[in-house]
């Protein structure tokens, strides 16, 4: 077998110097001279979540500190205590340099082309999901949950975000905003303000990126709309007839005064029939007529007579020429679901496990740095060909993780690139060598 060739600054090695170097600049928040630097412990951290350990008490157990240091760089390998409570006290805004080196990176080498939508615009999915639920274990930053019974349930969301493509299975993602209480206040946050918060953050991070936000119908509201708007984001929202009553009767009226355009259209690909009913400038609701959208609706109807149904409004044009491109952007934004929070819950990354929930911000802090882990991996399927090849030789993300963990845990290595040549070539270990007793 020859070795694919890898991209010099998007394989995982260099990546992993990235990270490495960001962690080094996060502030110190002990005080005094700590045996171990903040910047282990927080790689050690990383490491556990990129190499998809079950539990921290599993990584504290198998811990291989020599490969540690050689692949991860880590000087130091804190015990589970340790890194809990290193962690605990640390900001979680103190991580996002390292998604913004791992984003320069993919610009760098050119490997975001691909993933261009229309026009120079990418696709940006949001969506909010939940990754940790107890009615014992709490931490200051917990949301709560009071019942009728006097009991409660504490939990800790996120609202995350990744760029994606309707044809590719790669998605990249961004620092996610945690939803938690706020500091001082008794009130439970919410996805609303969760996504306020995360678009003022993501245009500071990436002021020139061009970005078409496609969400559920939740978020097709006039302050998120306008939000948006502020922030030169342009916007595939999903709406309901439940929900926006208003803006379908109005869409009725226009179809009765001969504004609304029907179109026809057939994949034989997927053997499916699809038609569209859309117009444009359309009023959001009655409190906000001055806010118009691109209203789109369409009925898909597959080989054996099955229906779906789908309606999004849009401040993008919508014409004949236009609209099964919008359709096919849209219903990618369930690439936020299957191919990030369900991979990261089902696919070998534990996202759900409790990994250690502290009393302040460590929750928070795994959940981001397992995100961050989730980005260096999304990397390597989307433009590391010796990783798309072990990958393909051991056929699914949980083996592959699996036999990852254990040559990591019995060979030698000198890089995470030796590792994936040894999950390549599929390496064994020699039979040991017996002495005989001549006598």
């Known amino acids: 077998m020859v070795v694919p060739k890898v991209r010099k600054h998007l394989c995982a090695d260099a990546l992993l110097r990235s990270v490495q170097d960001v962690f080094c600049q996060v502030p110190e928040h002990r005080t005094g001279d700590p045996e171990i630097p903040l910047s282990d412990a927080l790689?050690?951290?990383?490491?556990?979540?990129?190499?998809?350990?079950?539990?921290?008490?599993?990584?504290?157990?198998?811990?291989?500190?020599a490969n540690l240091q050689r692949v991860y760089g880590i000087g130091r390998v804190p015990c589970d205590t340790s890194m809990r409570e290193t962690?605990?006290?640390?900001?979680?805004?103190?991580?996002?340099?390292?998604?913004?080196?791992?984003?320069?990176?993919?610009?760098?080498?050119?490997?975001?082309?691909?993933?261009?939508?229309?026009?120079?615009?990418?696709?940006?999915?949001?969506?909010?999901?939940?990754?940790?639920?107890?009615?014992?274990?709490?931490?200051?930053?917990?949301?709560?949950?009071?019942?009728?019974?006097g009991t409660v349930t504490y939990s800790h969301q996120m609202?995350?975000?990744?760029?994606?493509?309707?044809?590719?299975?790669?998605?990249?993602?961004?620092?996610?905003?945690?939803i938690v209480k706020q500091d001082g206040t008794e009130k439970n946050d919410c996805e609303r303000n969760a996504a306020k918060r995360f678009v003022t953050k993501f245009r500071q991070d990436h002021p020139h990126l061009q970005v078409i936000v496609t969400e559920d119908s939740l978020s097709s509201n006039a302050p998120h709309i306008e939000t948006l708007q502020a922030h030169n984001m342009r916007y595939i929202l999903g709406v309901k007839e439940g929900d926006h009553a208003f803006l379908f009767e109005q869409?009725?009226?226009?179809?009765?005064?001969?504004?609304?355009?029907?179109y026809d259209r057939d994949d034989p690909n997927a053997q499916v029939h699809h038609r569209f009913r859309?117009?444009?400038?359309?009023?959001?609701?009655?409190?906000?007529?001055?806010?118009?959208?691109?209203?789109?609706?369409?009925?898909?109807?597959?080989?054996?007579?099955?229906?779906?149904?789908?309606?999004?409004?849009?401040?993008?044009?919508?014409?004949?020429?236009?609209?099964?491109?919008?359709?096919?952007?849209?219903?990618?934004?369930?690439?936020?679901?299957?191919?990030?929070?369900?991979?990261?819950?089902?696919?070998?990354?534990?996202?759900?496990?409790?990994?250690?929930?502290?009393?302040?911000?460590?929750?928070?802090?795994?959940?981001t740095l397992m995100m961050l882990a989730f980005l260096v991996d999304q990397v390597q399927?989307?433009?590391?060909?010796?990783?798309?090849?072990?990958?393909?030789?051991?056929?699914?993300?949980?083996?592959?993780?699996?036999?990852?963990?254990?040559?990591?845990?019995?060979?030698?290595?000198?890089?995470?690139?030796?590792?994936?040549?040894?999950?390549?070539?599929?390496?064994h270990k020699s039979a040991p060598t017996w002495a005989i007793d001549s006598g």
């Open 43 to 65: 790689m050690s951290a990383f490491a556990m979540f990129s190499l998809k350990a079950p539990s921290l008490l599993a990584f504290d157990k198998e811990r291989t500190e």
């Open 381 to 427: 399927q989307l433009c590391c060909p010796l990783f798309q090849a072990a990958w393909a030789k051991w056929g699914s993300k949980r083996l592959l993780w699996e036999k990852m963990r254990a040559y990591f845990y019995v060979y030698a290595l000198q890089s995470m690139r030796h590792l994936f040549e040894t999950l390549y070539y599929d390496l």
């Open 251 to 262: 869409v009725a009226q226009a179809e009765r005064a001969g504004r609304v355009t029907y």
């Open 87 to 149: 962690l605990d006290p640390l900001q979680p805004e103190h991580l996002r340099p390292a998604f913004k080196v791992g984003f320069r990176g993919l610009q760098r080498g050119k490997a975001l082309e691909a993933m261009v939508f229309v026009q120079g615009h990418y696709l940006l999915a949001v969506d909010g999901t939940g990754y940790f639920s107890s009615k014992e274990i709490h931490c200051e930053s917990c949301l709560e949950k009071h019942h009728r019974n």
């Open 159 to 178: 609202l995350g975000a990744a760029l994606i493509h309707p044809d590719k299975r790669e998605v990249i993602p961004f620092m996610p905003e945690p």
């Open 278 to 367: 859309f117009v444009s400038n359309m009023p959001l609701n009655a409190a906000n007529p001055d806010l118009r959208v691109n209203f789109i609706e369409c009925w898909e109807t597959t080989a054996d007579g099955k229906v779906q149904h789908f309606s999004w409004i849009t401040d993008l044009c919508v014409n004949k020429g236009t609209v099964y491109r919008l359709m096919k952007g849209a219903r990618a934004r369930w690439r936020i679901e299957n191919e990030t929070f369900n991979t990261l819950k089902n696919q070998g990354y534990h996202f759900e496990h409790n990994f250690g929930h502290g009393y302040e911000h460590l929750s928070v802090v795994f959940a």
